[in-house]
């Protein structure tokens, strides 16, 4: 049975931080790129970012670069997202993913269960 464990979500002031892990079982991690989409309310989802489990090769929307950094342990089978000055808008239901490449991370094959990241202002 796939399994993709999301944790580490909360509450947070604007400025803050978190880490966002994903705990995958099920599947061959390391022939799957593994992210994370968010959704708020009233909007659309959106891909943040992923990372290739084989090769170590990155993706981040513009809207998080160079605050979020995202990482593979392979070893553990788990996918970390540090997210460093949060802003309001970071506010979402955060959904661990998995797909077959990068390039196919905007329809992954797997979805986790979300975890909220609230930052207050």
């Known amino acids: 049975e796939v399994q993709l464990q999301a944790s580490g979500g909360g509450l947070v002031q604007a400025g803050g931080s978190l880490r966002l892990s994903c705990a995958a079982s099920?599947?061959?991690?390391?022939?799957?790129?593994i992210g994370w989409f968010r959704q708020a309310p009233g909007r659309e989802r959106e891909r943040v970012s992923c990372?290739?489990?084989?090769?170590?090769?990155?993706y981040y929307a513009d809207s998080v670069k160079g605050r979020f950094t995202i990482s593979s342990d392979n070893a553990k089978n788990t996918v970390y997202l540090q997210m460093n000055s949060l802003k309001p808008e970071d506010t979402a239901v955060y959904y661990c993913a998995a797909s077959p490449s990068i390039a196919n991370f905007y329809d992954p094959d797997y979805w986790g269960q979300g975890t909220l990241v609230t930052v207050s202002s």
């Open positions: 099920g599947f061959t991690f390391d022939d799957y790129a």
């Open positions: 990372v290739s489990s084989s090769d170590g090769s990155t």
